[in-house]
């Protein structure tokens, strides 16, 4: 009688025990990962148009984040700057720059720069800067020293566990009212009580159920 199988495959079943339990573990270490808060996006620095620096204009130069972003404070988003307000000077400095010149045709021909998003949440979770700011959340807190980077770059994973990570205890991330766009505000030089402060009218509270975020 011939065997039907040849030899080897009498080995077949202690090799698929051997390797089940390191599939199985991949697996299960591929979704744990999938899902932890440390798969993300932190790093993501997308080039631009224009050689835009931050670290320029706001770090070394000083200008207020409001002074460009200035509907923060007010609104959901934070909007980007009109061409006109890089106009304000580039009218006159470096008026002939070549790494200028989107911004001169954007201005010319009324068009924004097409800038590329760098920090995007999913449609299905509810995000508003105004409430964080009024409540003392500094930019640093979630978007790094911007003020140091030449191109701008995600510093946080803006995933749920780091959203609620900070909802469930602000206090650590509150500042006077009058310092959150100022990215060198050291809590450790002037330490900083929110419950003593006689311009907070009220308690913080920010919301860790669902319909917080997902509206
Ligand atoms: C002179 C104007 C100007 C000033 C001042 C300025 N920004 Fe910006 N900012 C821009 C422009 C233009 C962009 C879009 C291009 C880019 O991403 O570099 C931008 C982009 C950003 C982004 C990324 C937006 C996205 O797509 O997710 C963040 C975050 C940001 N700025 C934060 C700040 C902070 C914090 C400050 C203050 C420390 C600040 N900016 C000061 C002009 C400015
Ligand atoms: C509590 C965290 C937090 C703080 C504080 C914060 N941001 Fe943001 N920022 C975000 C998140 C989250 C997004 C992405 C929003 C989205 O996709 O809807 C974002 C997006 C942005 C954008 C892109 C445009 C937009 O609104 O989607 C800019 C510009 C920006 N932030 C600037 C600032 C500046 C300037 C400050 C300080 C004055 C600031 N942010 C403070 C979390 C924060
Ligand atoms: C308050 C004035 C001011 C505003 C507003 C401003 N800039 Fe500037 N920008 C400067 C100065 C000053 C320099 C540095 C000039 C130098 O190196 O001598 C500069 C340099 C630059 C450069 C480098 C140019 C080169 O040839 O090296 C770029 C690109 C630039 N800015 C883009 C922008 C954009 C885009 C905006 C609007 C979002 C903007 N700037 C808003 C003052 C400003
Ligand atoms: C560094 C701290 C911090 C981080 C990070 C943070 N928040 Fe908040 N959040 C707060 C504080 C403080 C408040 C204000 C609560 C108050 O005033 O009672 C708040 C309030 C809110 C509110 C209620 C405001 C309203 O309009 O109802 C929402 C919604 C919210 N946050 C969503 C988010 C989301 C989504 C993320 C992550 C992408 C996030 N937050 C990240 C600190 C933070
Ligand atoms: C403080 C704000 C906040 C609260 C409160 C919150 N979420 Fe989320 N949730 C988010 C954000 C932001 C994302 C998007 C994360 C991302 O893009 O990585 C998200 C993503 C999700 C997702 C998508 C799953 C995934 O991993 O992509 C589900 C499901 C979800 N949330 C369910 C819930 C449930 C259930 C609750 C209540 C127990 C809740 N969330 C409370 C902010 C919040």
Redesign the pocket.
């Known amino acids: 009688m011939p065997a039907i199988f040849p030899r080897w495959t009498n080995n077949v079943p202690i090799v698929i025990g051997l390797l089940a339990p390191l599939v199985g573990a991949g697996l299960i270490f591929a979704v744990w990962y999938w899902f932890s808060p440390y798969y993300t996006d932190v790093g993501y620095r997308p080039e631009q148009p224009?050689?835009?620096?931050h670290k320029?204009?706001a770090g070394e130069?000083g200008?207020d984040c409001r002074?460009?972003h200035n509907t923060v404070e007010k609104a959901a988003h934070a909007a980007i700057?009109p061409?006109g307000?890089?106009m304000?000077?580039?009218e006159l400095?470096?008026a002939d720059?070549?790494?200028?010149a989107l911004?001169r045709e954007s201005h010319a021909a009324d068009m924004p720069?097409p800038w590329v998003r760098v920090h995007q949440l999913p449609d299905y979770a509810f995000f508003n800067h105004s409430p964080h700011l009024a409540a003392g959340v500094g930019c640093v807190s979630c978007h790094g020293r911007v003020d140091q980077m030449a191109v701008v770059e995600m510093k946080q994973p803006l995933s749920m566990g780091w959203c609620l990570d900070c909802h469930r205890d602000p206090k650590p991330n509150l500042r006077p009212l009058d310092q959150v766009t100022n990215m060198n505000w050291d809590p450790a030089e002037t330490p900083y009580d929110p419950d003593r402060d006689a311009n907070r009218k009220r308690k913080v509270n920010p919301p860790t159920h669902c319909s917080g975020c997902h509206r």
């Open positions: 224009v050689p835009y620096s320029l204009h130069m200008i002074y460009c700057p061409t307000t890089c304000n000077c580039h400095v470096k720059s070549p790494r200028l911004v720069v």
